[in-house]
């Protein structure tokens, strides 16, 4: 049986939909069976919709707490027999008490190389403007597992990217997603959910 992931998600949701779109090609083993937002207006609520995947939306504001949320999060996972998490522009930390519930299996998409630009407070564009205020020259994505340490867990798969002269954080972003993200989600969820299904 496949691998049922559930892919978190609070924004635009381009990771959700190179996901979406490797479904049946490079994403075999895997199959998107819930989109979970915490940000009832994303788009990437509707990319799901259009690919007729079943949509969650759980507002920490209204559960009260992070406990609440967490504890929230995990019965609609649990409903959903959800085996693979996946964070694809997910931007709210989870508690270790949440990601110790789903060990080696919560993955992340970081959009830069790990250890750099990494951790608490980067997240989204701030991580292309920390980049280009650092000066590298080179930067990327990361996919990695999930643990209590923000950006912190087992490395699965990383691509580099260059900077180019007069780059601002939002050509960066793109630049970062078309040739490292929306490449590496789908071979990472693809290689987690076959070990998985193997497990
Ligand atoms: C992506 O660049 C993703 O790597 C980043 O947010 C963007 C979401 O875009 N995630 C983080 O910064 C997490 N720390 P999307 O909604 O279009 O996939």
Redesign the pocket.
């Known amino acids: 049986m496949k691998t049922k992931i559930a892919v978190l ?8 939909q190179a996901l979406i779109d490797a479904q049946g090609s490079v994403l075999t083993s895997g199959e998107i069976a819930l989109v979970v937002s915490n940000n009832a207006g994303a788009y ?1 609520l509707e990319r799901a919709k259009k690919a007729g995947i079943p949509t969650a939306v759980v507002l920490k504001k209204e559960c009260g707490s992070q406990q609440a949320f967490e504890e929230k999060l995990k019965e609609v996972l649990s409903a959903h027999g959800i085996g693979l998490i996946v ?5 709210t930390i989870l508690t270790a008490d949440f990601t110790a519930c789903y060990p080696q299996r919560i993955i ?4 830069s190389l790990i250890p750099s630009f ?1 951790g608490e407070g ?3 564009l701030r ?1 292309h403007q920390a980049a280009l205020d650092y000066g590298v020259k080179v930067t990327g ?1 990361t996919v990695h597992f999930v643990n209590g340490i923000p ?1 912190g867990g087992k490395i699965i798969a990383q691509k580099a990217v260059y900077i180019a002269d007069g780059d601002t954080p939002e050509t960066l ?1 793109r630049r ?2 078309e040739q490292a ?1 929306w490449v590496l989600l789908p071979q990472a969820a693809e290689q987690v959910s076959a070990a998985l299904q193997k497990a």
Do not use: I, K
């Open positions: 998600v609070s924004g635009g949701g381009t990771n959700l990437a964070l694809a522009g997910f931007m992340n998409v970081h959009p990494c980067f997240y989204g991580v994505a950006d972003q970062v997603m993200e």
